[in-house]
């Protein structure tokens, strides 16, 4: 369960929260912040390609 947490956007933004309280050091956030980046990209990119393939065009 734990390695499956790492990949969940609780977990990254759970850290990024944790080390800007611990530290409020910027690359110890941004180390948080990229993989949240990522998964927002995937998200996107995952939107744009079930929007296009139902063709929802008005």
């Known amino acids: 369960m734990r390695q499956l947490s790492l990949f969940t956007v609780n977990h990254w933004a759970f850290q990024g929260l944790l080390r800007n309280m611990l530290t409020g050091e910027l690359p110890g956030v941004m180390s948080s912040l990229v ?21 929802y065009r008005e």
């Open 35 to 55: 993989p949240l980046f990522w998964i927002a990209a995937a998200c996107l990119l995952l939107m744009v390609v079930v929007y296009r393939k139902v063709g």
